[in-house]
Structures are given as C-alpha cells and as structure tokens.
C-alpha cells in the first residue's frame, strides 16, 4: 500500500508548504507513514489526466491512499473532481482531504 500526497499550487509565485504541513498532520494524527509526496505546479484548468493527479491514478492500485490538503486542490470544477474521484473509487483507492 502506497500513500501519496498530492500538492498542487496554480504558478510558481506560489509555495505548497502550507499544503505540506495541513498533510503532514493529518497523516501523523491517521498513523499514516511512508508517505510519497507528489508537488504540481499547474493550472486547475489543465485536464486532470495531464497533470500528475493522473499519473498518481495511473500507477494506484487497490487499498493505496490519495491525501490532499483540501478537496480543491484536486482541480478546478467539480467536474474534474468527480472525475478524479470517480476514477480513485474505481482503483478503490482511498481518498482522503485534510480541511473539510
């Protein structure tokens, strides 16, 4: 079983260390380790199969858990999320976001 932390900003005059530190507890607080984290630094508007929220989805297999900071940062419409989701269920993988 893989964790992957998925950390994505918009431009580069951005950072993700919030996003980091937001993962990071929760994962301490959840007992999750081994944790590979995955930085993205691209649009919200770029399909999601070209970002590398894909590419963790591509390589996921069952059981394995996706953490983002916040259910946003998966991508820009709700389309696009539950797409993302949809394919995460499909995998049955485990999705889970830090901020409600």
């Excluded at 953490?67 to 946003?72: D, H, K, N, R, V």
Aim: charged residues 20%; aromatic residues 4%.
């Amino acid at each position: 079983m893989t964790n992957f932390a998925y950390l994505r900003v918009s431009t580069d005059h951005q950072d993700v260390n919030n996003q980091k530190l937001s993962v990071l507890d929760y994962c301490n607080a959840h007992g999750l380790n081994s944790l590979t984290i995955i930085e993205d630094i691209v649009s919200g508007k770029t399909a999601w199969r070209d970002r590398a929220i894909g590419g963790i989805l591509g390589q996921a297999e069952k059981g394995d858990v996706i953490i983002a900071s916040e259910i946003s940062r998966l991508g820009r419409s709700t389309l696009q999320v539950l797409e993302i989701m949809a394919m995460a269920a499909q995998k049955k993988c485990i999705s889970a976001y830090c901020k409600k």
